[in-house]
């Protein structure tokens, strides 16, 4: 499975992912998916992947060829970064028709799930999810972040505390919350966990982090998250027996 999160925020963007692809009794592994384009200079573009690992592979190559070939359309050519999410859901689409094809199992699942993030030109940073189906969404500034894979364990502190104007330092802090929230309850997403903060208009991607299941930082942060979780559960209102009733049988 896979967990990966986009922020994008007033101040740019946040990309945080896992690695593990597969968590089976005797079989863990891992495969990156946060994928950076050495792109022309006036645009900085990352790929977060999930789902069918042969599709996502597939795709990559051919973003990367139609790059190399300079084709028609590739990512050094579109003009804004909702064509590039688009473009995605193109190649995304035909590969998955190639691997049916090739299979012809009813049983196999090409799906593939993208967070396509990045700036181009004097153009806002932004994240556009992109779906299976090939089409696209984009953040906005009531839910400023995009989720793919198993979101359901980390979106609750993404809700709570993720807005517009969240400083990036902070909104790392609160991604990274997120993964480990994910990581603790759910098996098979886990490290290393992969994470860039792209400051707007810096068009640089020197701000790359990747954490080992033991990383200094990443047990100090899950403790203390832990510690504040037990400290503010501890300072709850009690319980108020006075709205306590007695339970009617029905039957």
Known sequence: MTY??????????????DSRT????????????MHAFDTNADRKIV????????TTQAVLEQLKRDKLKDAKLNINSVDYLSDA???????????????????????????????????????PPGAYMVYAEGN???????????????IKYGKPVLDRFLKLETPLDEAA????????????????????VEMLIYRKDSFRLDEY??????????????????????NAFAKLPPLMPQYAKPLEPDL
């Open 85 to 123: 999410a688009n473009y995605l859901g193109q190649v995304s689409l035909e590969k998955q028709k190639q691997h049916l094809d090739t299979e012809g199992q009813s049983a196999f699942n090409p799906s593939a799930t993208f967070i396509l993030a990045g700036q181009i030109g004097n153009e």
């Open 22 to 33: 597969n968590a089976g009794i005797d079989n863990v592994s891992t495969y990156g998916k």
């Open 47 to 54: 790929l977060l992947s999930a789902g069918n690992l042969a």
């Open 173 to 192: 802090r609160c991604c990274l919350v997120s993964m480990d929230s994910t990581i603790r309850s759910n098996a098979s997403v886990g490290p290393p």
């Open 136 to 150: 696209s969404i984009t953040t906005s500034p009531h839910t400023p972040f995009l989720q793919i894979g198993e």
């Open 209 to 230: 982090y990747c954490f080992e299941a033991e990383n200094p930082y990443m047990v100090n942060l899950r403790k203390s998250w832990e510690s504040t979780l037990r």
């Open 4 to 17: 990966c999160i986009a922020a994008s925020l007033n101040e740019g963007l946040v990309l945080v992912s």
